[in-house]
DNA sequence: GTCAATGCTTTGTCAGGACATATTGACGTA
DNA sequence: TACGTCAATATGTCCTGACAAAGCATTGAC
């Protein structure tokens, strides 16, 4: 079980080095190269073959330890548990999970406006009440079915949507390009029956609706985004893998 | 916004001198003594006040940085951003979360027995089909309300359930009393209607149901439980924060 | 008065070393 | 054969030291 891994790393590159052989020792055990059982050669001579010190070795490592693809235990050595680890919902985005599943997609936007919040919005965002904010509605389909109602309140002052084709790609997506980098966010799942206009939207019958609210945060602690969102229940879950540390 | 913090620190402990000071920081934030906001101070200082040296110190701010109770920006310092976290989704229990919030409440075991695994099961615990396992059927109550229909399949070569009263603590805190650690956990939430028995059990009339099915892992990748959880959702949601790194 | 250059502060990355401690397996003894 | 001891191995913790890079404020030139 020893390695035939080809690590190789570029010092000129702004990239850490802990975080090159990270990824390189991530793509390994994703693609299967490192399957789960194997074990992982000692951390000083990984250290020595790619011409690094222990710690930062232990750095790499780490970073994987974290997301629960590898087990460290004292005396024994490291050992792939996890080869597929479903993305640590770093924040869940619908849009994205729909991609990765290569389903045919499409977004429609119901609505799009810049407003002064009411109250209820206003404290939602942590705003003062008549702020400028953003009123996003989207409802998306998957395979020409409607899937979810997707209702979003932005801050005016942290981003502006004026011509941003929400329709072809996601709102996350398009806050990262904008600088906006997400660092917490709050969820809270729950489940509920739908309205009159959910039914009509979604043209769910019967079907449960799971309902999803967030509030997203940035490095600042300030509310970037509030979202609550329904889901056909007969066509959407939340799938989430958890590590406990 | 400096710091009033009284930190104190025990060399002969064999807990870790970084999840010490890891630990006390984290209470001060929780308490409030450090507001979101805040800035504490770099960590030469703080590694030179209390006797350490900076790796040490910066490992302990990590953690919480982690958890997503701090942010560091370079050249400009560490900042407390969020207060109160909520638990990590350390992989949710609702016994957990209901005794949190101090409700009362009460378990019914409706059935907990020894059995051989059919192959659904089996396949579910990664075992072979006829393999011995434990299956548990509780029906959870708050203010006498019945709140929560729990299906639990456990391997029996992990775990004696014997004689445990799982009417007065949950499942995991067994576990962790028996030294089954868990490590990771994949969950899947959903919604959907009462089939007639939830309906009889849950008395949920015509309120959807959250659904939860989860497997959990433990160090060696081992599979300990496998849960299909149903929640009535006027009564239940899932609460969770998350943290993009 | 505006803007660019510069320097200071603080975190980020990396190295190398020392000792502690858990685990395993081999060895020797009862 | 069974059990305890001990050594080898690997990770865990902690230290010192150094330089890089990003932010911010001040200074200086135009």
Redesign the pocket.
């Known amino acids: 079980m020893s390695d035939s891994l080809s690590i190789t790393l570029d010092?000129s590159s702004?990239?850490?080095?802990?975080?090159?052989v990270a990824q390189q020792l991530e793509l390994a055990i994703r693609q299967g190269v490192l399957a789960p059982g194997d074990k992982?050669?000692?951390?000083?001579?990984l250290?020595n073959t790619l011409?690094?010190?222990?710690?930062?070795?232990?750095?790499a490592?780490?970073t994987l330890?974290d997301k629960g693809m590898l087990v460290?235990?004292?005396?024994?050595?490291?050992q792939v548990v996890h080869g597929k680890i479903r993305r640590n919902v770093e924040l869940t985005s619908l849009y994205d999970d729909l991609a990765a599943a290569g389903q045919q997609q499409r977004t429609e936007v119901l609505a799009l406006r810049r407003e002064h919040a009411d109250e209820t919005t206003a404290a939602q965002l942590r705003l003062a009440a008549g702020d400028d904010i953003w009123t996003l509605h989207r409802l998306r389909f998957v395979n020409d079915e409607p899937l979810a109602l997707l209702r979003n309140h932005l801050p005016a002052a942290l981003v502006d949507l004026t011509d941003v084709d929400l329709a072809s790609s996601g709102l996350y997506e398009h806050l990262r390009r904008a600088g906006v980098h997400l660092r917490v966010a709050e969820q809270r799942i729950g489940a509920k029956a739908a309205d009159d206009q959910e039914r009509e939207l979604l043209a769910s019958g019967d079907v449960p609706l799971l309902t999803m609210e967030r509030t997203a945060f940035n490095d600042a602690g300030s509310v970037i985004e509030y979202g609550h969102h329904v889901y056909r229940s007969d066509l959407y879950a939340f799938e989430i893998t958890l590590v406990d540390r």
Chains 1, 2 share one sequence.
């Open positions: 010092r702004p990239v850490p080095l802990y975080h090159q992982i050669d000692n951390e000083i001579a250290a011409g690094l010190s222990r710690p930062t070795m232990r750095q490592i780490q330890v460290r235990k004292r005396g024994v050595g490291t």
